[in-house]
């Protein structure tokens, strides 16, 4: 069964501070991924996504995200965040032939100010 | 212009009751999914629709039922609620296999 994992559960930081969060899946096909953030109270929003071409892919608010293949991963990264960086973050994968869009735990990042 | 819609924001209800959560997308959008996020933010899909025919159908107890009357909507009715079914429900919508959009989400509490 497809499953996606995403290693970290809790982060705090500094704001300033640099970000990766960790995501790997379990479907060995060409699959499209996502990250989301869901802000406090809100409904999930996209970060960025990937279907093909250029592994590394740029999303709003200074996020990236570099797909390794030979890893099954997906990771997330900032170089500097922000206070309002503080959320919760979702990786999420689809089968390029699938229909079931498949969600992470989740990360909930804390960005002390 | 809302993207996806979910009607009620909240909901407060007792157990054992009926409820319903509507859902609408002007994106035109073939897909539209059910997910339920518990208390530690984990999102769980429910249920998928293409095109109004169900496709996808996890493990959800029968009590809950969705009705897609077109491919914009996709309703979910649940009967006889339990305690357990306290979470928030996020619908969503998409076309193909590309990003998804969320409504913002009714928080449903059974007490």
């Known amino acids: 069964a497809q499953s996606v994992s995403q290693h970290n559960h809790h982060v705090i930081l500094s704001e300033a501070a640099s970000l990766e969060l960790g995501c790997n899946y379990s479907y060995g096909g060409t699959v499209n991924l996502f990250w989301y953030v869901q802000y406090p109270g809100q409904h999930l929003q996209l970060l960025l996504k990937y279907f093909s071409g250029d592994p590394l892919v740029k999303g709003i608010k200074g996020f990236e995200a570099e797909f390794i293949k030979s890893k099954f991963s997906f990771n997330l990264r900032k170089p500097s965040v922000q206070w309002s960086d503080t959320a919760e973050y979702f990786c999420a994968v689809i089968k390029a032939a699938g229909n079931k869009l498949t969600f992470g735990g989740g990360t909930r990042v804390l960005v002390k100010p | ?111």
Not at chain 2, 9 to 14: D, N, P, S
Not at chain 2, 58 to 81: G, M, Q, Y
């Open chain 2, 1 to 111: 212009d809302t993207a996806v819609s979910q009607t009620p924001k909240y909901l407060v209800t007792q157990m054992g009751n009926d409820k319903s959560i509507k859902c609408e997308q002007n994106l035109g959008h073939d897909t539209m999914y059910w997910y339920k996020q518990d208390s530690k933010k984990f999102l769980k899909i429910m249920f998928s629709y293409n095109n109004k025919e169900l496709i996808i159908n996890e493990t959800v107890p029968n009590r809950f039922s969705p009705k897609s009357p077109d491919k914009a909507h996709l309703n979910l009715h649940i009967n006889s609620l339990e305690l357990g079914d306290s979470a928030v429900y996020f619908c969503a919508s998409s076309q193909e296999r590309a990003e998804a959009f969320f409504g913002q989400g009714t928080r449903l509490t059974v007490v």
